[in-house]
């Protein structure tokens, strides 16, 4: 279930050090204002204790009980709050374990907490991060921890800021932000970074490319579309210092001719402390059931 589908069930990556509050906190806000249930998400992975010669079954083992007692009390409070939740908690390969999550509760959007202080910090090949943008069929949030201070920190009633960005996954961004935006009663900002021959030739790429982007004006909410001159990493992070948004959407490119984290959407990632969410394209989650059906009945 997607933004534009009701998002009946958020996934909440969770961890025991309190980095995850931010992000938890943030759900809570979109759970109540769509109705959904959160799933509270925890993996262990034995290989991160692999140098335990003597007894790592009982290490896990023990690490497994403190994770589900603290995960428990979290979700009695959801609960208490009129909020649905439950938890997962799983051993094995963090990234793969979340998008297992994601698939078998058929989530619309999993939330991950981030250090903060610059952004995510450099996405590396193999990170969670970089994964889940990767592989997850749902949109993915990055909540920095410190997301809610410093000089970056959103307005009160912040806009919603999308990222202008022709791809694959265009249309699927467009109505996540549109969603947003009519859901909480804000502006939706669309940030588009113009190229060096466009501002040469004194074109402003705004004016009849709304429409083009599917971004309606139709009165649900406000829509204001704004140009930037310069890389688009750059001109967003100018855009988002200038207008402090509540988050910014982003469409991924899923396929690339060259390997690792790269991209308007990692580089935003890593230099951004607004709540980031990538939305994949729609085909990719298409595809990624027919695989499923196709390994199993359906």
């Known amino acids: 279930m997607s933004f534009t589908s009701g ?9 025991l050090d309190g980095r995850a509050e931010a ?7 979109l759970a109540v204002a769509y109705g959904s249930r959160i799933v509270l998400a925890h993996g262990l992975d034995p290989v991160d204790y692999a140098s335990v010669l003597s007894v790592p079954g009982k290490v896990l083992s023990s690490l497994t009980e403190q994770a ?4 428990d009390q979290m979700s009695a409070d959801l609960v208490r709050e009129g909020i649905h939740s439950h938890s997962e908690i799983r051993q094995g390969e ?12 058929e989530a619309g959007l999993i939330v991950i907490g981030t250090e903060g202080k610059q952004g ?47 791809n694959d996954a265009t249309a699927e961004a467009v109505a996540t932000a549109s969603s947003l935006a009519e859901v909480f009663h804000r502006t939706l900002i669309g940030v588009h970074a113009r190229r060096p021959e466009e501002a040469i ?4 790429p705004v004016v009849g490319t709304r429409e083009q982007f599917g971004i309606e004006s139709d009165g649900r909410f406000p829509v204001r579309c704004i140009v930037k001159d310069g890389k688009p990493g750059d001109a967003i992070v100018e855009a988002i210092g200038q207008y402090h948004p ?3 959407v982003i469409g991924v490119k899923r396929t690339s001719e060259t390997p690792g984290p790269h991209g308007t959407a990692f580089t ?8 980031v969410l990538c939305v994949p394209p729609a085909e990719k989650i298409i595809a990624r059931e027919s695989e499923t059906c196709a390994s199993a009945p359906c």
Do not use: H, W
């Open 268 to 275: 935003l990632l890593a230099r951004s402390r607004v709540p």
């Open 7 to 15: 998002l009946k069930t958020i996934v909440v990556a969770t961890d």
């Open 201 to 204: 030739a004194f074109l402003n």
């Open 120 to 166: 995510a910090g450099p996405i590396l090949v193999g990170s969670v991060a970089e994964q889940l943008v990767r592989l997850c069929p749902c949109p993915v949030l990055a909540v920095a921890a410190d997301y809610n201070a410093g000089a970056f920190r959103p307005l009160p009633g912040g806009p919603v800021m999308l990222a202008m960005e022709r």
């Open 94 to 105: 963090v990234a793969q374990m979340l998008v297992d999550v994601v698939r078998k509760y």
């Open 246 to 248: 509540s988050v910014l």
């Open 68 to 71: 589900r007692t603290i995960l």
């Open 23 to 29: 992000a938890l906190e943030y759900a809570r806000k």
